[in-house]
């Protein structure tokens, strides 16, 4: 058998190491989030309903949580908790969670978590059902278990806590990756520890956002299957700044996605009493550094003659216009186009184009528009959306409709 040349060696080196790049960014390494909608959620409702069979018990559990869960809801929004027909329940519930339960031949015991449509509930509740959150924050969740740093590196159960979130009543507007595409390229463990903003500001450009949130967990355990304990830090920024901490502890392996769960959850109250204290105050260097401004050489009357025309209006000069990113809801192909257009008829835009497309998601869109982006903010608004964010980052939504009731037809017109 004839000795391989150096030649061939190095390119079948080069191939490798190419496939392994390739490998690197194909398939999805994490999970996707289940529920990104703004529904109102009431969790740990307890139910134990006995049936002549178990689909008639577990239905009358269902009901159960759905009467329980809407008394739960009003009294929160200070509505008198009040009941409501089962019927109209039918309409204003957007799903029943299933936290843990129970089936017997007669009997239903579980814990349900209900959650309501927030537009049809905020409607019937006679509320408000715009909820003013926080500016985007790009979500890099941290797990640090048996000494290894896992971010989308490899599929994380942190990461995958995340993504089992409902985020429908946190102030906090999360931006969550899959860990598809170059989500492990762009957003791994050594990122984190970067402080250059030329590249952060690149990469929440990228998805979207105006500021990263960084969660950390670090699991120690006592032996194989035994104890689990999780030390949760919640950090922000991109120079990794402590916001609090906390920890949590669980009897055994199996209960791992439950201690992650609840870390989430508390988590996310800690980043909202820093929101309402102001310490996830905007970072001014994760801006765009400003426009350089011309240098005009002493002396030059060409320079000064231009500059005296554009005072007193007989040139005007030309501008490029500033880039806005939007972020739109897109369950469509047709929606993606619907934005567009409409974005384009505003006067002011430039141009507008889809930079990432999510159908059943949010999109990001890339407008240039002549000005500040206040009047974009307010033409929008009137146009049925509610505008959030701040500077060159706006998230829109549609506005929600509010339903008035059936009266009856005037059989006696006054007169």
């Not at 909202?272 to 426009?291: E, F, I, K, T």
């Amino acid at each position: 058998m004839r000795p391989k040349s150096p030649f061939t060696l190095l390119a079948a080196a080069a191939l490798l190491a190419g496939a392994g790049a390739f490998a690197q960014i194909e398939g999805g390494r994490g999970v996707a989030p289940i529920d990104s909608a703004g529904n109102y959620e009431v969790s740990g409702v307890s139910v134990d309903v006995a049936a002549k069979t178990a689909d008639a018990a577990r239905l009358g559990g269902w009901r159960l949580a759905q009467r329980k869960a809407w008394v739960q809801l009003s009294q929160r929004l200070g509505a008198g908790g009040g009941l409501v027909s089962d019927g109209t329940l039918d309409q204003l519930v957007s799903g029943i969670v299933i936290e843990n339960e129970q089936i017997g031949p007669t009997r239903y015991i579980a814990k349900l978590g209900v959650l309501f449509n927030r537009a049809r509930a905020a409607s019937l509740l006679g509320v408000s059902a715009y909820a003013d959150r926080s500016r985007p924050m790009l979500v890099v969740p941290l797990m640090v278990s048996g000494g290894v740093e896992t971010v989308f590196e490899q599929p994380s159960a942190w990461q995958a806590a995340w993504a089992r979130f409902r985020t429908g009543n946190s102030a906090i507007d999360y931006v969550r990756p899959s860990g598809s595409g170059a989500d492990s390229l762009l957003l791994n463990a050594g990122q984190i520890s970067r402080p250059g903003r030329g590249w952060w500001r690149t990469i929440l450009d990228q998805y979207g956002a105006s500021d990263v949130l960084i969660p950390v967990v670090r699991l120690y355990r006592s032996y194989p299957g035994g104890p689990i304990i999780g030390v949760f830090q919640a950090r922000h920024g991109p120079d990794n700044d402590l916001i609090g901490s906390f920890t949590l502890r669980v009897g055994s392996a199996a209960g791992l996605p439950q201690l992650l769960d609840t870390g989430v959850a508390r988590m996310d109250g800690v980043y909202q009493q820093a929101l309402r204290s102001g310490a996830l105050h905007p970072d001014s260097s994760l801006s765009p550094p400003p426009a350089p401004e011309p240098v005009v050489a002493p002396g030059d009357d060409s320079a000064s003659g231009e500059t005296l025309a554009e005072i007193v209006g007989d040139t005007a000069p030309a501008s490029a216009g500033i880039p806005i990113v939007v972020q739109a809801d897109t369950p469509g192909a047709s929606s993606v186009a619907n934005i567009e257009g409409l974005l384009r008829g505003i006067p002011g835009v430039r141009a507008a184009t889809t930079t990432s497309r999510a159908l059943g998601g949010v999109s990001l869109l890339r407008v240039t528009y002549d000005g500040d982006p206040a009047p974009l903010r307010a033409a929008l608004e009137v146009r049925g959306y509610q505008v959030s964010g701040t500077g060159q980052t706006l998230r829109i939504r549609r506005a929600p409709q509010l339903q008035l009731p059936n009266l009856p037809p005037d059989t006696q017109p006054a007169g």
